[in-house]
């Protein structure tokens, strides 16, 4: 039995000393929090670990772009999985500004002045839809001209090797060499990008079975897997699906809003998976309850140089 600790804070308290109290503060999702660090650093610490991230694409209209970015830049992860519109916003936001808003505004009059409103994110048709035509028509012309197949892996590098934008989650990437894999690479505007110009190029191919290889060599050749994941959909659901073939994973920190009496992937907790075999019995993990545009920044902060 550990007895509770007050938290003692002040202006000069650094966030990692906060998160070391809470470990023995309680609180609630504040216990949670601390513990979840403990388990991410462990899986850093793992040599033998392969570390997955997986997330939705929302997060990156917001600014925690700039933390996923140095996850990545600082080669803290080593495979990624996300959804189309992780590509659609992180190339949108190299050539234009997304903006503050609130979700409180008028929807109908946004939508009569070309504005889409994510949450409380505003994304002029300027800073999406046109950008991302403007741009990646002459990129996809340069890679066909070297290539005709690609898997979602390859043809995110293709594109990350030519942004010269450190800012760019596809830059670093290309640059670190982490696979980012898509599996629903048509479910946004990079995806409808990639049909419109197999119209005019019908030699021009999108093999996702070519991913599926190159994760069973991932998943096969590991000696224990560890996961960061937030919400869930295809993202988390692909984690968990491909690690259930080396008998689940081994370390997992799990970031979700959602309730687990709506019975949905992104509500199941992590010791749900734990029937299915996609997490080990004796795995270390935890479900952290709330938004992840405040959780994840007071989780990584100790890591990130």
């Given at each position: 039995?550990?007895?509770?600790?007050?938290?003692?804070?002040?202006?000069?308290?650094?966030i990692?000393?906060?998160?070391?109290?809470?470990?023995e503060?309680?609180?609630?999702?504040?216990?949670?929090?601390?513990?979840?660090?403990?388990?991410?650093?462990?899986?850093?610490?793992?040599?033998?670990?392969?570390?997955?991230?997986?997330?939705?694409?929302?997060?990156?209209?917001?600014?925690?772009?700039?933390?996923?970015k140095?996850?990545?830049?600082?080669?803290?992860?080593?495979?990624?999985?996300?959804t189309?519109?992780t590509?659609?916003?992180?190339?949108?936001?190299?050539?234009?500004?997304?903006?503050?808003?609130?979700?409180?505004?008028?929807?109908?009059?946004?939508?009569?002045?070309?504005?889409?409103r994510?949450?409380?994110?505003?994304?002029?048709?300027?800073?999406?839809?046109?950008?991302?035509?403007?741009?990646m028509?002459?990129?996809?012309?340069?890679?066909?001209?070297?290539?005709?197949?690609?898997?979602?892996?390859?043809?995110?590098?293709?594109?990350g090797?030519r942004?010269?934008?450190?800012?760019?989650?596809?830059?670093?990437?290309?640059?670190?060499?982490?696979?980012?894999?898509?599996?629903?690479?048509?479910?946004?505007?990079?995806?409808?990008?990639?049909?419109?110009?197999?119209?005019?190029n019908?030699?021009?191919?999108?093999?996702i079975?070519?991913?599926?290889?190159?994760?069973?060599?991932?998943?096969?050749?590991?000696k224990k897997?560890?996961?960061?994941?937030?919400?869930?959909?295809?993202?988390?659901?692909?984690?968990?699906?491909w690690?259930?073939?080396?008998?689940?994973?081994?370390y997992?920190?799990?970031?979700?809003?959602?309730?687990?009496?709506?019975?949905?992937?992104?509500?199941?907790?992590?010791?749900?998976?734990?029937?299915?075999?996609?997490?080990?019995?004796?795995?270390?993990?935890?479900?952290?309850?709330?938004?992840?545009?405040?959780?994840?920044?007071?989780?990584?902060?100790?890591?990130?140089?």
């Open positions: 039995m550990k007895p509770v600790r007050d938290l003692k804070i002040n202006r000069d308290t650094k990692t000393e906060l998160i070391s109290q809470m470990n503060a309680g609180g609630f999702t504040a216990k949670k929090l601390a513990t979840g660090v403990e388990i991410f650093e462990a899986m850093l610490k793992d040599r033998e670990c392969i570390k997955f991230l997986s997330f939705p694409a929302c997060i990156i209209s917001t600014g925690l772009r700039g933390v996923i140095d996850l990545i830049k600082n080669k803290l992860v080593d495979v990624i999985i996300t189309c519109g590509l659609d916003h992180d190339l949108a936001r190299i050539w234009k500004d997304y903006y503050e808003g609130s979700f409180d505004m008028d929807d109908k009059e946004l939508h009569k002045k070309g504005i889409n994510l949450g409380n994110v505003l994304i002029p048709n300027e800073s999406y839809g046109i950008i991302l035509e403007d741009k028509r002459p990129i996809l012309n340069e890679i066909a001209m070297e290539k005709k197949s690609f898997s979602t892996r390859e043809i995110i590098w293709e594109f090797k942004i010269d934008n450190e800012n760019s989650i596809l830059y670093w990437a290309y640059k670190n060499k982490i696979p980012i894999f898509v599996p629903g690479i048509t479910d946004g505007a990079f995806g409808s990008q990639l049909w419109m110009f197999r119209q005019k019908k030699d021009f191919n999108i093999d079975l070519k991913d599926e290889d190159e994760l069973s060599e991932i998943v096969f050749k590991a897997s560890g996961a960061l994941m937030i919400g869930g959909g295809i993202s988390k659901h692909h984690v968990i699906w690690n259930q073939f080396k008998d689940g994973l081994d997992v920190v799990y970031i979700t809003t959602a309730p687990e009496w709506d019975g949905s992937l992104s509500g199941a907790r992590i010791r749900e998976a734990v029937s299915w075999g996609k997490v080990k019995e004796k795995a270390k993990y935890i479900t952290i309850e709330g938004d992840a545009t405040v959780l994840l920044p007071l989780l990584v902060t100790k890591f990130i140089s």
